[in-house]
C-alpha cells in the first residue's frame, strides 16, 4: 500500500511563517516602507527632469546620467513594490533595492560622458542615501515584529510550542 506525503508547501511550519511574514508586512510600519520605497523610486526614475540634468551641456538628447536614473528609479519602484504583498517571496529583493540604491549614489562618477553637474551629484547622493536606508530597513522587517506575545516561541528544543 503506498502513502501519499503532503508536499513541504503544506507543511505547517511553511504555512505559519508564511502567515508570520503577513502579519509583520500589514504593519503600519510595512506599509509606510513600502509607500516609501514607490516614492524613491519615482522620483528618481523622474528626477532628470526635476533636477534639470536631462540634457547636460546643451544637448537636445538624455544625457546618460538621465538615463541610467530613469532605469534605476523604474527597477527601485517596481522591486520596492513587492515587498509589503507576499514578502517570504520578495525579501531578497529589498537587498537589490539597497543595491540600487547604492548604485545612485556612486552613479555620476562611474557613468560615462557629462554627468558630473552639481545638481546630478546632490540629487543621487540624497536619493540613494535615502533609497538605501528605506530598502534595509525593508530588508530588516521580520516577522517576530507581529506576534503577539501570547504566540512566543518556547525555550524548549525544536521550538515546540506550550500549551
Not at 14 to 37: F, I, K, P, S, W
Not at 72 to 78: D, F, P, S, V
Amino acid at each position: 500500500m503506498s502513502r501519499t506525503q503532503p508536499g513541504i508547501e503544506h507543511h505547517p511550519d511553511l504555512l505559519e511563517l508564511r502567515a508570520d511574514y503577513e502579519r509583520a508586512t500589514a504593519t503600519n510600519r510595512g506599509q509606510a516602507v513600502e509607500a516609501m520605497g514607490l516614492l524613491i523610486g519615482t522620483y528618481l526614475a523622474a528626477s532628470p527632469w526635476i533636477a534639470g540634468f536631462n540634457a547636460i551641456a546643451g544637448f537636445n538628447a538624455l544625457s546618460t546620467i538621465a538615463v541610467n536614473n530613469l532605469i534605476a528609479g523604474i527597477a527601485y519602484a517596481l522591486l520596492m513594490g513587492g515587498v509589503g504583498r507576499g514578502f517570504e517571496r520578495t525579501h531578497s529583493k529589498a537587498w537589490a533595492a539597497a543595491v540600487i540604491a547604492l548604485w545612485t549614489i556612486i552613479s555620476p562618477w562611474c557613468v560615462a560622458g557629462e554627468v558630473s553637474s552639481w545638481r546630478t551629484i546632490t540629487s543621487n547622493v540624497i536619493v540613494g542615501v535615502i533609497g538605501l536606508a528605506v530598502a534595509l530597513a525593508a530588508a530588516a522587517t521580520r516577522p517576530g515584529s507581529a506576534r503577539t506575545a501570547g504566540r512566543a516561541m518556547s525555550d524548549t528544543p525544536g521550538g515546540v510550542r506550550r500549551g
